[in-house]
Nanobody, 126 residues
Framework: QVQLVESGGGLVQAGGSLRLSCAAS????????MGWFRQAPGKEREFVAT???????YYADSVKGRFTISRDNAKNSVYLQMNSLKPEDTADYFC????????????????????WGQGTQVTVSS
C-alpha cells in the first residue's frame, strides 16, 4: 500500500501561483511513477501531469508551459508548481502513484495508477 496526502491548495487570483505537495508513505516511493489529476465540479477527472521514476515528465496541453511537476525521492514527495493560473484551473487536484516497471513510464490514463490521495482544492478567481 502507498498512502498519499496532498497539501497546498487554496484560493488564488487569476495569474497567481500555487505549489501543491504530495507526501507518500508505505512502499518504496522511488519505484513509482507519480501523477496529478484534477476534477472540476460536474466534470470527469482529467490528467494534468506525470513524472517517471527517472524524472521524465509529461503534461496535458492545457497546462503545458504553466505547470511543472517534480519529485524528491529523499523526501518521498512529488510537487506541482502551478503558475499563471486561470479560472479554468479550478478543481480538486489528486496525487496518484503507479508502479513504474521500466523507470521511464509515462502514465496518462487514470487506470494505470494504483493509489490515489484524497485531493486538495484549488480555486482560481477571475
Amino acid at each position: 500500500q502507498v498512502q498519499l496526502v496532498e497539501s497546498g491548495g487554496g484560493l488564488v487570483q487569476a495569474g497567481g501561483s500555487l505549489r501543491l505537495s504530495c507526501a507518500a508513505s508505505g512502499r518504496t516511493f522511488s519505484n513509482y511513477a507519480m501523477g496529478w489529476f484534477r476534477q472540476a465540479p460536474g466534470k470527469e477527472r482529467e490528467f494534468v501531469a506525470t513524472i517517471s521514476r527517472n524524472g521524465n515528465s509529461y503534461y496535458a496541453d492545457s497546462v503545458k508551459g504553466r505547470f511543472t511537476i517534480s519529485r524528491d525521492n529523499a523526501k518521498n514527495s512529488v510537487y506541482l508548481q502551478m503558475n499563471s493560473l486561470k479560472p479554468e484551473d479550478t478543481a480538486d487536484y489528486f496525487c496518484t502513484a503507479g508502479y513504474d516497471y521500466s523507470g521511464f513510464s509515462i502514465y496518462i490514463d487514470n487506470r494505470q495508477y494504483d493509489y490515489w490521495g484524497q485531493g486538495t482544492q484549488v480555486t482560481v478567481s477571475s
